[in-house]
């Protein structure tokens, strides 16, 4: 049970729900923006390896810019856009979350293309999904790794090599790939909801603080008043 | 701002992200999956190349574009392969330099790990002069002649453009020159050797 939940004051429920809800709301919005961020600077950052490490693709003296660099500009930029706009159009909102959550991994795997496959770039994956765990709602994680799930599940049906190395890999691979951020994943939705519960509690506290700072101005109101009445009688 | 511009804006956002999901992947795909030009590679060692081969001796040769980063993952294989090899093979791996550019314009870090694979002999090849006697056109574009002067494999040893990794390629040429099979060939990933114009003129 929600410490929301467990308190027996209807007022000072509503209260605490009310403040749990501002501040939730507040802390992903933030949470929006900040992603909103590191999705434009990722989309540089795509940039900046794509023309690093493969800038020109050639046929003999003459060259071309290289296929990546028009993938990192193009699919960095579509996968970018919405999720910019609705941090900034619907903070706080779950679709927006939701969809940032998508888009980060898409950038993850566009990041592991560019790099031309290397290991060490998946560790954007398991990053990605610490920091999606600022939003302290389980769900967004659940989002990410379907997202992660069906990119290897379909790469590993049509293009196996991509993601594998290997041609025939077994049909069961994607569910090794995606059980290690499955791992990761039960301690952050453990996280996720310890800190959810937090808030409300810290919401119900302040709530009851309110709710008993409001009784003791009611009662020195109400004392002021009868010494008032008490005075001029006396006078 | 009028009410139906935001609304408007996030669906047009949401079409746009949707279809560059699915542009990026089919992109990405037909690119990584399509391969180069296949060799027409003589069946016997080229008589007029300059590489000396001696009798009796097994030859490796990759030919590879300096600039083309795709070759970084040939290059990565072909150490895969040396080190699965018989010491006896001679590995050559030729590097494409115009005659007409800059000195140094082949000198990159393709080249650079190629240089630091253990028995590999680079070789700077003048306008791709041993690439046509090897019939090649591609980057990564890898040939084994056997003792005898006789072509046993040529192909690619990659999976994909730019993919390192196991792949039938790399296992095929191994087991040739370990003698568990005779002969093979896999499709080659990467820029192509010979410009257009030399192309149409060969």
């Known amino acids: ?235 | 701002m009028k009410r139906w511009i935001v609304p408007l804006a996030l669906v047009l956002a949401a079409l746009i992200w949707t279809g560059t999901v699915a542009a990026a992947y089919r992109a990405v795909r037909l690119f990584e999956t399509t391969p180069g030009e296949a060799a027409t590679a003589p069946s016997k060692w080229p008589s007029k190349s300059a590489i000396r081969r001696a009798d009796g001796e097994w030859s490796l040769v990759m030919l590879v574009h300096p600039r083309c980063s795709c070759s970084r993952a040939s290059v990565q294989e072909l150490q895969a392969v040396l080190e699965k090899s018989p010491r006896s093979v001679r590995t050559h791996v030729l590097v494409y330099r115009p005659s007409d550019f800059a000195p140094g314009w082949e000198q990159t870090d393709v080249v650079d790990s190629a240089k630091r694979l253990r028995r590999a002999n680079v070789i700077i090849d003048e306008n791709g002069r041993e690439a046509d006697l090897f019939g090649g056109f591609t980057s990564g574009q890898t040939f084994l002649y056997d003792g005898g002067g006789k072509l046993r494999f040529a192909g690619g040893i990659t999976s994909l453009r730019g993919h390192a990794g196991l792949n039938s390629g790399r296992t095929d040429l191994i087991d040739i020159v370990n003698a568990r099979a005779e002969s093979g060939d896999h499709p080659v990933f990467g820029c192509a050797i010979s410009s257009r114009e030399k192309k149409e003129t060969r």
Not at chain 1, 196 to 203: N, Q, S, V
Request: some cysteine.
């Open chain 1, 1 to 235: 049970m929600s410490a929301v939940a467990a308190v027996t004051n209807p007022g000072v429920a509503a209260r605490a729900a009310e403040l749990r809800d501002a501040q939730m709301l507040e802390r992903r919005a933030k949470v929006d923006k900040m992603f909103a961020l590191l999705l434009v600077v990722q989309y540089l950052a795509g940039i900046g390896a794509a023309l690093f490490v493969s800038p020109y693709a050639w046929q003999g003296k003459e060259r071309v810019l290289h296929m990546h660099v028009w993938v990192a500009i193009l699919a960095g930029a579509g996968f970018a856009l919405l999720p910019v706009l609705l941090a900034f159009l619907r903070p706080g909102k779950p679709l927006t979350r939701h969809v940032i959550a998508a888009s980060q991994m898409l950038s993850s795997a566009l990041l592991i293309h560019l790099s031309g496959g290397r290991i060490e770039t998946h560790f954007h994956v398991f990053g990605s999904l610490a920091f999606l765990a600022f939003y302290l709602d389980w769900k967004v994680i659940i989002t990410a790794t379907v997202v992660v799930a069906a990119d290897h599940f379909a790469r590993g049906i049509f293009w196996p090599e991509s993601v594998y190395g290997v041609a025939n890999p077994e049909w069961w691979r994607f569910l090794e790939h995606a059980g290690w951020v499955v791992f990761e994943d039960i301690f952050l939705i453990w996280a996720c909801i310890f800190s959810a519960r937090e808030f409300g509690t810290i919401a119900v506290r302040q709530a009851e603080v309110e709710y008993l700072s409001e009784q003791e101005q009611l009662k020195s109101a109400a004392l002021e008043m009868a010494l008032a009445e008490i005075q001029p009688a006396t006078a």
